[in-house]
């Protein structure tokens, strides 16, 4: 028997088949968004957050992510259409037959963390790192388990603020589909300061103020100067650090173009592992800007730490 519809209700079955329409294709054909991101104006700092097997980014992993994997292995889709990322389920930087038999294993209930886990390790307690002070050798990163769930969070502070810039904090889950999931937080950081800094990280309840911490995790940062321009006001003080010791034994000795203009005021050898004859230092100079004009301070190294370190000094 054939319906009758008014002109009212044909309207409104078209307006549902186009609106079905859309989820559709919002479901299967619509590019889905790599790693959601939020920046802010005021620090500049990006945050990004990856579930793993979630190639359609509706926060769980299921058929239509094992399907769209499927698709992709084949290549009759471009990639750019999938979180690429949260395809790697091994972590071997490639997405091939492996990961989706991860997948398959997955949804089958056979597992339930994706081995991609293992890449992203928890930092230690007392670890530090050295670095150097240019565009390519002063970023760093911290990687700690957290559970938001529980209401612990982790906070740090460094010893001095302007030290080190925060870029961006990452956070990846390994075991989807399930409640109360941790997640691995990595923190990236920008060495901005010659120098010995470090970095504490407490994790705690935000509103537990007079609680001590259920966990903490110190992280020193050594940071080695480079040649180029310092810019100082006079009477000013500045500092120049850098690596030595190590297997071979490395010093440093320096020259100074002017050392009524550029006064030496504090060295300091800034030892990780004292007492331990191989151990990597770090030195100290402090310096204060005593008048005005262009000035150089050469710092040549021993052994391995062979070769010059130049640094002009402008002083305002």
Known sequence: MEKNYTPKSKRV?????????????????????????????????????????????????DSIDYAKMKIILLGTTDQSTVNIKAADLNGDGDVNSLDLALMKKLIMGEIITFPVKTKYPSTVDNSS????????????????????STGYQWEYTISDNAAANLLSVDSYCFTPNLIGTPVQKVWTFKALKPGKYTIQFTYRRPWETDVQ????????????????????????????????????????????????????????????????????NLTEWTFIAVKPGNYKLIFEGSSLYSGKVQCEINVI
């Open 129 to 148: 790192t050295y670095l150097f002070l240019d565009d390519s050798n002063n970023t760093f990163k911290v990687s700690l388990e957290e559970n938001g």
């Open 213 to 280: 911490p259920l966990k903490t995790l110190k992280y020193d940062i050594y940071v080695s100067s480079v040649s180029g321009t310092i810019n100082i006001n006079q009477d000013d003080s500045f500092k120049i650090a850098l690596m030595g010791g190590g297997i071979f034994g490395g010093t440093w000795k320096y020259s100074n173009t002017d050392e009524t203009a550029i006064c030496l005021l504090n060295k300091e050898i800034i030892d990780e592992k004292p007492g331990i004859p191989d151990s990597l």
């Open 13 to 61: 079955i078209r307006c549902m088949a186009v609106f079905m329409s859309v989820v559709i294709f919002l479901i299967l054909i619509a590019p889905a968004k790599v790693n959601a991101e939020a920046s802010s104006a005021d620090n500049e700092v990006v945050g990004s957050y990856t579930l793993f097997g979630d190639l359609n980014c509706d926060n769980k992993v």
